[in-house]
C-alpha cells in the first residue's frame, strides 16, 4: 500500500481539505481517503494531485493531419481540407501518428477517451490497451438512397471495435446526414452512448433556419448538388434533435453557437445530457469559443474534449483548462478540473472504474508539479502520470 499527500488534492469532484492523504493499492486501487491522521508517513507531492482525465471527444485516426490544416479558415474549409487530406498519407504515416498521438495523451495525464471513428485506422493501437476507449462509430451521407448502405458499414466497423470496448454507432453532425441516417442510427440508440458535433459555427444555424449560407458549397463540392437538402425554418438542434428520441446518453461536442433557448430545449428532451468542450479546436477551426459562462448559468453537465490533431496543436485536457482559464478567469478550476475528471468517466459510462479517487476505483493518479494556488493553472505545466 503506497501513502500520499499534496500540496492540493483534488478528488474528481473538490479539492480535499489540506492534510488528506490518498491510500492506494500497489496495483492502483483507492483503498481510502484519510483526513487529519498523523499516524501514516505519506508521501508528500508536489503541486496538484488528481485522477487521471477523461477526453470525451477525439479522432485518433485523423493525428497524421497534424499541422496540415490552415487555422481560422471556418468549418466549411476546414471539413474540405479533412477531406482532401484524409488519405494523402501511407497506412505507415498513419498508424505512426496514432502510436504517438495515444503517447501524448498518456503523458499528459489522460486515461479514457470518447474516440470518433470512420476507419479501423486505430483497431492496432487500441489492442493494447494502454488507455481505456469508447468508440463511436460515425455515420456520414446526405443523400437518402445511400443511407442504408452508409449505416451498414457503420454497423459492421462498429462490431469489430466492440470485441475490444464498448462502441456505438453516431451521427456525424447535423448538416452531414440524411433523415433516413438519422432513422436508422436513432433506432439502434436505445441505451447507448452516443455523441454528435453540435452547432460548431454560425452558418450550420444558417442551413436549417434558411438553406443558405457556407455549407451548400461543402454540398456542391462533395456532390455537385445541393438540391437535395430542405430547410426546416429551426436552427440546427431545434431541427435534428426531436428526431433523436432514442438517444438517452448523447454527449453534444462543441456548442459554439448554442443559444440558452436551444439549452433549454435540449434538458427538456434528453434525461442524460452532456456539453462537451473543445476550445483550442473552436479557436484553431473559427477562431471562437462557446459563452461557457452561460451555459454553466444554464445548468449544462459540462465534459471537455481535444477533438483531433487536425485542429489541435496537443491533445492535453490541461491545455483545454488553460484556454477556457485565459479567456474565462472567473471560472473555477475546481469546476473545470470536475468536468475533465468525474463528469467525463460520467459520459462515457466508465465512472465505477475512473474519474474519481473513490474506494475501489482504478482513476490512475496525476501529479501537476508546479500548480502553486486552488485558483489557476500555471502556464507551462508539469505533468506526472502514475498508472
Ligand atoms: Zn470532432
Given amino acids: 500500500m503506497q501513502f500520499y499527500s499534496a ?51 477525439c479522432h485518433l485516426e485523423l493525428s497524421h493531419l497534424k499541422g496540415l490544416i490552415p487555422e481560422h479558415t471556418g468549418l466549411v474549409d476546414f471539413l474540405l481540407s479533412v477531406n482532401a487530406g ?162 438517452e446518453q448523447l454527449i453534444l461536442v462543441h456548442n459554439t453557437v448554442s443559444t440558452e433557448e436551444d439549452i433549454r430545449l435540449a434538458h427538456s428532451l434528453k434525461k442524460e445530457l452532456y456539453w462537451c468542450l473543445c476550445p483550442n479546436a473552436n479557436r484553431y477551426i473559427e477562431n471562437k469559443l462557446p459563452d461557457i459562462p452561460m451555459m454553466m448559468k444554464n445548468d449544462c453537465t459540462m465534459v471537455l474534449g481535444t477533438d483531433s490533431l487536425a485542429s489541435n496543436h496537443e491533445l492535453s485536457i490541461l491545455a483545454e483548462i488553460q484556454t477556457i482559464q485565459y479567456y474565462f478567469p472567473l471560472i473555477p478550476l475546481e469546476e473545470m478540473l470536475r468536468w475533465a475528471t468525474s463528469n467525463g468517466a460520467n459520459a462515457l459510462g466508465m465512472q465505477h472504474t475512473l474519474g474519481s479517487f473513490e474506494k475501489g476505483k482504478k482513476p490512475g493518479m496525476v501529479q501537476v508539479e508546479n500548480v502553486v494556488s486552488r485558483d489557476s493553472l500555471p502556464e507551462n505545466l508539469v505533468i506526472h502520470y502514475r498508472p
Fill in 86 to 247: 484524409r488519405h494523402t498519407c501511407s497506412p505507415e504515416q498513419i498508424d505512426e501518428a496514432i502510436v504517438l498521438a495515444e503517447q501524448q495523451m498518456i503523458q499528459n495525464g489522460i486515461v479514457a477517451v470518447g474516440d470518433i471513428s470512420n476507419t479501423n485506422d486505430t483497431i492496432r493501437q487500441k489492442q493494447q490497451q494502454q488507455l481505456h476507449y469508447h468508440t463511436f462509430v460515425e455515420c456520414v451521407g446526405l443523400l437518402d438512397a445511400n443511407a442504408q448502405q452508409r449505416f451498414d458499414n457503420s454497423l459492421n466497423l462498429c462490431r469489430e471495435f466492440e470485441k475490444l470496448h464498448p462502441a456505438s454507432v453516431v451521427l456525424h453532425a447535423p448538416y452531414s446526414v440524411s433523415d433516413t441516417l438519422i432513422r436508422l442510427v436513432n433506432e439502434v440508440s436505445d441505451k447507448k452512448r452516443t455523441t454528435i458535433h453540435n452547432q460548431e459555427c454560425d452558418d450550420e444555424n444558417e442551413l436549417f433556419l434558411s438553406g443558405n449560407g457556407n455549407f451548400l458549397k461543402l454540398f456542391n463540392a462533395i456532390l455537385q448538388d445541393d438540391s437535395f437538402f430542405r430547410a426546416s425554418g429551426k436552427n440546427s438542434l431545434q431541427t435534428y434533435l426531436p428526431k433523436l428520441d432514442q438517444q
Fill in 7 to 57: 500540496d492540493f488534492m483534488f478528488d474528481g469532484h473538490s479539492f480535499l481539505a489540506d492534510g488528506s492523504i490518498l491510500v492506494m493499492s500497489d496495483d492502483g486501487i483507492v483503498e481510502d481517503i484519510l483526513h487529519n491522521e498523523t499516524t501514516h508517513s505519506a508521501k508528500h507531492l508536489k503541486g496538484l494531485l488528481m485522477p487521471g482525465m477523461i477526453n470525451a471527444h
